[in-house]
């Protein structure tokens, strides 16, 4: 099925592994505009689901590169002990 301007976008961002807000603001509208989308037309849900299937291995690198911890314990580790990823709070 063919879609808008946006849907094209938002579809191709999400096969690139974006996030569905990246893909949203590169759209011009809101997380929740790409939801409310999905809700009231079927095949944009299909498709939807599809590009993010297509692109989440990207999708997973891209959120382990923002990760806080990535490669390090935080400093309130014990050695011998699983860390504790409380974000702050010790």
């Known amino acids: 099925m063919t879609f808008d301007w946006r849907g094209n976008l938002i579809l191709s961002k999400l096969a690139q592994g974006h996030t569905y807000g990246e ?10 505009g790409i939801w409310w989308r999905c809700g009231i037309c079927p095949d944009f849900a299909q ?13 997973t690198f891209r959120l382990w590169l923002r990760h806080p911890f990535r490669g390090r314990r ?17």
Not at 23 to 32: I, K, L, N, Y
């Open 23 to 32: 893909a949203a603001t590169a759209a011009g509208m809101t997380r929740q």
């Open 47 to 59: 498709a939807v689901a599809a590009a993010r299937e297509q692109g989440k291995d990207e999708l």
């Open 74 to 90: 935080g400093p309130w580790c014990q050695p011998g002990r699983v860390p504790a990823f409380r974000y702050g709070r010790r």
